[in-house]
């Protein structure tokens, strides 16, 4: 048994948020304070530091055929970024599309315990396992992609009932061993192989008929009603075009009050005022979530620099195209199931565009005031590399130093946002539901998050510094599961994550109809799709499921 004794404990599950006190662990988890007052436990005095759970990605691009084919793009990043994380650990560079290792050794080394790959194409599932299975530390899940695909189009066209839909969608996730279901551009992937360039939600699709906003409404109810702790994770239709405010806004009153995740919402919350026809509606965003407890956000916060987009929007990618850097580009697609689109970029300060894009990232963070309903993401590496995350936790932490950067900033973008105008600072307490407690509760990992006994020992402490960003990146001590994973920023352990799961319930019924459609339209056969128990054991993975409570009990 381990104590750590008289650090801060920062956990806003508790009440106070910050306390003084005594932690103790027994093996991987946190224990209530032994009866016998802790004879024989290893004693270590951390008065002075603060002590926080792991800290977990709700949406980052970490493994799978984007990822792979974002590293084939980034010859000059892994050129300019060749440091391994630690000395003796295996390398694998790039700051923008790290190894799987580094991803690993990175993450940890910040504090963070969890991540999860927003993006797995449905036949593509078992590359992407294997390679979720090859991070190293981290706890792992993916979001299966859903809502461009021809079957669930063609059933929606002809009018299945949500029962069907329901049965296909946890089908789906058993298939591909997924954690929730992710939407992107719903029907725009599709839209886009007949031609058409911009899917409107309310624009029937050119092949089915079918309008996202019948998709969207189909796909939430279904994860509602399968207990699918995860609300429908959702990428909007019309990514990055001026005045897709409508369409985000749409896209709320289309899950009809029932739980929905909008991601990555900075690229969704523009306007199209002033005299570029590019403005900031942030403000409307916000209060939308405001008024609607229905629904979170991550931000997709953008960083100034070189990183590479890498997104299933093929049609955004393709809008794209045009200011690649530097100038490559790819697109892809796999059995008509998905698209995705990779393109190299670089954010720039003093281009009024992305000046403005960072400044509506952090509008939505300071506007919206919930922060259990709002997580921290740059939507890595589209919005800028994970190793950010401290900057950007420093810009909501210290008003002074957003100042500093909004100085920086292109002049016109600068006027057009009421950045400078916000006094709020986030709190630790804040920070920590953020980027633990929150993302925990949404994705129903019930033992992770938090500080109380039964919890995973998945820890991280800090020293308080003057300097809140070097504090975030270099934590002094991280802990996975009670054992010391990082020190000062060097790894010191690597045990492997788990990959985290749900198996919603379904009708075996409906494989019959899959079977055929996959006879008639796909290239695999249907018995070798889903991946087989034992496979992701098999790549060194190990498997945590987590339960489905149908009837809305959401934790
Ligand atoms: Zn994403």
Known sequence: MLCLAGGKLVDPTQTPAERVGDLWIDGERIVAPPADGGKGAEVRDISGKLVLAGAIDIHSHIAGGKVNLGRLLSSADHRANVEAASDGLRGGSGLATPSTFTTGYRYAAMGYTAAFEPAMVAANARATHLEMADVPILDKGAYV???NDEFLLQRLAAGASQTEINDYVAWTIQATAAHAVKVVNAGGISAFKFNTRALGIDEPG???????????QALSRAVHELGVPHPLHVHCNNLGIPGNVDTTLATIDAAEGLPIHLTHVQFHSYGTEGKRGFSSAAARI????????NVSVDVGQIV?????????DTQAQFRNRTHASPKKWLSMDIECDAGCGLVPFRYRDKNFVNALQWAIGLELFLLIRDPWRVFLTTDHPNGGPFASYPQLVRLLMERSYREECLAQINASARKLSVVGGIAREYTLAEIAAMTRAAPAKSLGLRDRGHLAPGARADLVIYEPGSDIETMFRTPVQV?????????????????????????????????????????????VQFGNFPLAEGEIAEAGGRIEEHACVVGGGRA
């Open 145 to 147: 992609m859903l809502g």
């Open 286 to 293: 916000a209060e939308a979530v405001n008024a609607n407890p």
């Open 206 to 216: 050119p092949q089915h008929g079918v309008t996202p906003r019948r998709i969207i």
């Open 479 to 523: 802990l996975k599961g009670g054992v010391e994973v990082a020190r000062g920023g060097r790894i010191r352990s690597v045990p492997p994550g788990a990959t985290q799961l749900v198996r919603p319930g379904y009708d075996k019924q409906i494989e019959r109809s899959l079977k055929r459609f996959f006879d008639d339209h796909m290239t």
């Open 304 to 312: 100034f620099g070189p990183t590479m987009t890498e997104s299933g």
